[in-house]
């Protein structure tokens, strides 16, 4: 585990990364090498993130991209070794994370969170995968087989449903990764990815599919609005399908619909069927 009692700055740390971005030879060093792991064990205790949520007075995520360059430079700086938990073996580059009581997290076996991922009190991991950079909101539930790439960035009091794919992103470093705001509910076998954004309490039902190009139509007015890798808070949304013409004819593909919003006496905790069945579909 790499030494906790760094005194580096921020801004010596932003530098000595930056410097072996540009020149891998630095790596060698033993100032690069406790930059590097001072980046990824503040990652691993929250504070700090790829990506900074907006203030309360509005304003965007900001991507921190010497933090993803220092994941990626976290990887060469590693050996391969061989770790026992009960009758798991693994053998990898990468350590586990640890102390799962200590930070008030329930782990159900086997689920698996690299060193490096934040995960915060009350956090539910089911049989799952969350990997190095992601960001766990408190009381989230990460149900059983889903997957929280790296960097993805997941808010409080998200239900991620069983068999849900959030995609990890690491290059290009300019890549803003997977954002799930908080409260939002995120139906079993959904797929999220390239960056695309999930606003606050929205509910994404099963089966679809997210990319950074995806189109989002909201068919709730006279007209349809579009969005592309972004859902508006509170919105319902399902999967749907559109014509595209090819030179071989026109054929449907995929693409996702806001058919509503999450109406005000919704619970927060509601099944994604209680949440559909306000606007007659069931998914």
Known sequence: MPDQTSTLSLSATQTLVESAWADRALLQTPETKAAIEHVIEELDKGRLRVATPP?????????????????????????????????????????????????????????????????????????????????VGEGTMVDTWATVGSCAQVGKGVHLSGGVGLGGVLEPVQAAPVIIEDGAFIGSRSILVE????????????????????KIIDVTGAEPKEYRGYVPPRSVVIPGSIPKQFPAGEYQVPCALIIGQRKPSTDLKTSLNDALRDFGVSV
């Open 195 to 214: 960056g695309c954004r999930i606003g606050k309490e929205a509910v994404i039902g099963a089966g679809v599919t997210i990319t950074g190009s995806t």
């Open 55 to 135: 203030t309360e007075d509005g304003g965007e995520w900001t991507i921190n991209e010497w933090v993803k360059k220092a994941v990626i430079l976290y990887f060469p700086i590693r050996q391969m070794n061989t770790q026992e938990v009960g009758p798991f073996e693994y053998h990898d580059k990468m350590l586990l994370k640890t102390d799962y009581a200590g930070q008030q997290v329930r782990v159900v076996p086997p689920a698996v969170a690299r060193y490096g991922a934040f995960l915060a009190p009350g956090v539910i991991l089911m049989p799952s995968y969350t990997n190095i950079g992601a960001y």
